[in-house]
């Protein structure tokens, strides 16, 4: 049906009317009445009197009690009477109200400027006395306050590499965040506040530092692997092989979750090697040994016998151990730690000796010397023997060094270790020229010809006070014969 312009009018006309007859109610109604959005402290006090407004808050404040939930099932309560929660003056709710009515409701309906008002008080040195105090902060016997704790790297036995630990949240509140949160919650009246809320309360807990998805946390794990998954092994000979894995790196390897670093642990690792090295030393131990009478006596000290080169060691395994090894390699042994994948991770290495015996007895470390070819030094008797091929074959008398301190003849077990047919002997108070020089220790004791002309007065006891300055005299032609019959590298045994 088409309408027609004075219809039109009509209708235009009623609108009107309807529209203004709709104001007229809506001021008529909001005119002893708060405007819409208005609010104490975020609770709704649209469409009240001023009256009723204040008496739904003041009821509110009477029995107000909050009550906190925190992690772990932690709960605090708080009672509007423990912290002085009041109903501000009223003649701060009153300007507030009058100032709201000095304009239309339109103003506020059609987007203007919603009343807040804050109309509750409180009591912030009791508040904060409250929260110090409650369990949440202080914990209990049945409520251990824990810190965050990182998400880092550790060895899993079962899987034998590293894997990401999962972050520990804790339950340690951020203080200003938490009084803050409590605060505000007070302040609108509300009744509950979940603490584990994240969205509405995301900083109210200390957090950890490193969380398990983290792509930092992720790269720490490459490369503490790179370090774990090593298999350094040693050929000691005999079928005896020593090795360093994962078993004690996983020990040598430091994790800083701070600093987001994975750093081989150095001291650590020498540590090992130390043992190892120790384990494989047959330098200084007692050994058992037949002397020119027949008996039988232990001697120890001296320095033959083996000992691995420490220095060395340690340089080489370092320099295995900062060569990560082939990816593939890692990924196939992560998948599987079967023998056959660990082959592929191997290190091969040889042991570097600073010293060598004759042989290695694993059983028995003793059984190091050549039993069939040495030589050696009856201090009390003040004689020389050599064997060879298990048999005496020569001895004679000697002068080892004067008895006191910085002069005697040190026993234990050697080895020949430098012969030469002249050398000057130097120290601080002589200078002396000698033949047949064949050297027992680097400190500077050897075999060797002196010229002495009290050769006649030799005694087993001349040695206490005319003694050498430690080296094994003997005359010109017992010196050639000892130089003769002995080769480097042969025992020698100094005893009483």
Sequence with gaps: MRITKKQGGIIGGAVAVVLIAAAIGVHAHYQNRWYPGSTFNKVDVSGMTYE?????????IDSYKLKIKGRNNGQKVISGKEIDLAFKTESHVKDAYKKQHSQSVFSTIFGGKKTKVTAVALSEQKLKA????????KGSDTYKITKPVDATIVYSADKKYGVIQKEDEGNYLNRKAFYDAVEKS??????????????KNPDVYKKPGL???????????????EYLLHFIQWDMGNNVKETLGPDVLKDCIKVNTKR?????????VEKWLESFCLKYKTQGIARTFKTH?????????????????????????MKALKKAPDESAIKAYEKDPSKENEQALL???KPVY??????????????????????EVDLSAQEVFVYKKGKLVFSTTCITGKATPDRITRTGVYDIKEKKLTKTLTGADYSVPTRYWTRIMWTGTGYHYSSRGDWGSWSPTYYKTNGSHGCVNLTLSDARSVYNLTKIGDPVFIHY
């Design 186 to 199: 007070i302040e609108s009246l509300s009744n509950t506040l979940n603490l584990t809320d994240e969205k």
């Design 130 to 137: 409250k929260l110090k105090q409650s369990v949440l902060i």
């Design 211 to 225: 969380y398990h998805d983290d792509e930092e946390l992720k790269q720490m794990q490459t490369t503490y692997n």
């Design 347 to 349: 290190t091969s290495l």
């Design 293 to 317: 009478s027949g008996k039988k006596i232990k001697v120890s000290g001296g320095d033959y016998g083996w000992r691995i080169d420490y220095d060395k060691v340690i340089e080489q395994t």
């Design 354 to 375: 600073s010293h060598k015996g004759y042989r290695m007895d694993y059983t028995n470390k003793q059984n190091d010397w050549d039993t069939q070819n040495y030589s």
């Design 52 to 60: 009723e407004s204040v008496k739904k808050v003041k009821k509110s």
């Design 260 to 268: 987001h670093t994975v750093k081989l642990d150095q001291p650590a």
